[in-house]
């Protein structure tokens, strides 16, 4: 289920009676926990203050939670019984409660431009969400393995190192829960030979140096 929402955990059974049945649902702990008690949709007794004015018995003894919190996961047994013909049933239903994924972004803990052999680092980031699972991925598409890729046992950060032209590409993450997923906008990593950076580079000092000479030669001192 999901948080802020509502869950029906449901019930079936077939009797020949006519009379309400007894249900009571129990969430199992350490020390199991009552969660209400009725005679059809009547509740018998208090509820417990977490459970006040978010709690329905159906008719057919399924049980209504709303608003869903995170503390209702768990395993919840119900017990249906109909006094006029001896009838007895017991259920375990398992309730998971999530959060949704929010929108996730890489956050890059080096530069996005990088010489041959250097590393990066990505982080995997997001606000909201349960339970989530990560998967990096390279141009659209889960990373392979290799010895170079270093995870966090989580898989939240993503680092590489030693790097080869080959990791010059667009890198997202995907993450996902029970109830959602989310995936980050690209982000682009850019690799260089060291020959490249200095061609680059020259070529930047030579383009600087004639435009200097050409504005010496245009430029003639006033009289």
């Known amino acids: 289920g999901t948080a802020g929402k509502a ?3 449901s019930v079936r059974y077939a009797s020949a009676s006519a009379d309400k049945p007894v249900v ?3 969430l199992k702990r350490d020390k199991p926990v009552t969660v209400v008690q009725s005679i059809g949709t009547e509740i018998i007794g208090n509820l417990r203050p977490d459970y006040r004015d978010r709690i329905r018995v159906l008719e057919n003894g399924s049980l209504l939670i709303n608003p869903l919190q995170l503390a209702d996961e768990g395993a919840y047994e119900v017990e249906v019984s109909i006094t006029d013909d001896t009838f007895t049933g017991e259920k375990t239903i398992n ?4 959060i949704p ?3 996730p972004q890489v956050l890059v803990a080096s530069s996005t431009v990088l ?3 250097e590393f990066f680092t990505l982080n995997c980031s997001h606000e909201n969400g349960t ?14 393995n290799d010895s170079r890729l270093l995870l966090s046992p989580d898989q939240k950060i993503l680092t590489i190192t030693r790097v080869l032209m080959a990791d010059d590409d667009v890198y997202s993450c995907l993450v996902e829960n029970p109830i959602s997923h989310g995936r ?3 982000v682009k990593i850019t690799v260089y030979r060291r020959s490249s950076l200095y061609i680059i580079l020259s070529t930047g000092g030579i383009f600087l140096l ?3 000479v050409t504005v010496c030669a245009c430029w003639k001192p006033s009289k």
Do not use: M
């Open 7 to 9: 869950a029906l955990l």
């Open 24 to 26: 009571k649902w129990q």
């Open 95 to 98: 309730l998971t409660v999530d």
């Open 101 to 103: 994924i929010s929108k």
């Open 115 to 117: 010489e041959l052999s």
């Open 131 to 144: 339970k989530p699972t990560y998967t990096w991925l390279k141009d659209g598409r889960p990373l392979s």
């Open 184 to 186: 980050s906008i690209p």
């Open 210 to 212: 004639v435009t200097l």
